[in-house]
């Protein structure tokens, strides 16, 4: 972070060489060769040409020692459009909201912006406020220097690290005023990211919990043997350490938050309600009727149920990270309308989650004995929990993949669809857990078999409703 950014010298060339040699001009940025030397353009050129490979074997193939062409390619395919369209969009709606009034315009991210000096006509009528990395600021004053570019008044440098703090008193110290402003945010809406928290707190309250219901459930190293009411405590302490971890993390915006006008926070209430509804439904009510179902059998099958289940919920983890990080990457790609990443991101998630739940299963059934005595000691515990487990990692087989498409719908906004849908397929699981376990006389096995078709009925309805929704969204945007 003490140099500057590479990501602004390469946006840079992309522009320059987009006006040195296209046609038509999408974006003319005539003045960003200036401020990169010939020396980084080659450089950078010749990077690009050695990567030819990464980027597409066949266009390395199809152009072998033809390093122009190469280029060419990779800069009106790979490199440029993206980032040449929306300068050019942005830009343009700027001018009309100067029409309307706008007298500021803030560019977040600005790394080489050269717009103040694309437009000098514009002082009069706007002050721009570039905000940026210290160290990427220093490096651009640097190259307007050896440009001979000027520094106009209008234009306003304020130094600030996203990944540490955004503060508007920075801004106003730099003479921004109360007045109606345009905000570009194109440079920085890939970086601000925090989904590496969600896997660290989703791991750490994983094996916090596994670890309580150890010793509440069991009443190991001095703890009490509280049984049902163990877990209850167990889950109700990691709940708590999950919301404040989160709470810490977003301390910022939930500062923010109490200036949300009350009207908003209605709105953030109502579209919450499916979310915790669905956590109630799936994480409360039907565990608890399922454990009274199993009570109903007996000490003995419902302490060796709830033992396995801990052991299972070890290989639960990565469903549970990997279902957190979609819920931020297919956002983004939603509303990026990114299909190909739409499509891939839950089916790789499943693929990683069930190799990783497939290896911790045979792990410890392989050692499914010797694990039970180090959480009891009673024998007769250990004989049934050690006999019931490979039936009861069958019965769940199907846990993590409805839980990276029940991630999956909630991050396309179909939290309602998932409630109902969880609703319906839990309260038929429980018909049919209470048939084949009571009236057939099946016990634990009638619970197995209820819970794998349950699993199984909901990891298929919502696959099937996710992959009709991606396939619905083109025709959603064309016709809006």
Known sequence: MKDPSITALVSAFSRAYHSRYDHPKVFDDSVAAQLITTEEFEKIKQNMIQGISFFNKEVADQFANQPNEILKWITQVQLSPTPLARAAFCEQILFHEMDLGTAQYVILG???????????????????????????????????ADAHLDIPNHLHFVPMDFTRDFSKQKLVDNGFKNKRTFFSLLGVTYYPKRTQWILIISTMTSLLHTGLNYLLIYGHLG???????????SSMITMSVDVLAYCWLLRKDLQSALHVRPDKILLIIRQSIPLMGQELLQGSLFAIVLNAILARLGALTLSGYLLIRQLLQIGFIPAFMYSSALLTLISESSGAR??????????TASILTMILF?????VFYLLRTPIAGLITNDQRLIGFSSGIFLLLWLARLFNPLQEIYKSAMQSIGKSTRVLLITFIIHTAALVIIIALTFLLHLGIYGIAISLFIDELVMYLVLKMTYDSEIQRMPQKRTHP
């Open 110 to 144: 600005a790394g080489l912006d050269t717009f103040c000096f694309r437009h000098p006509v514009v002082g009069d009528l706007l002050q721009l406020f570039e905000v940026d990395h210290p160290a990427t600021q220093t490096f651009k004053m640097k190259r307007l």
């Open 223 to 233: 703890f009490p043997k509280s049984g049902v009411a163990g877990a209850a405590i």
């Open 338 to 347: 990114q299909f190909n990443d739409l499509k891939a991101y839950p089916k």
């Open 358 to 362: 497939s290896l911790t299963g045979i």
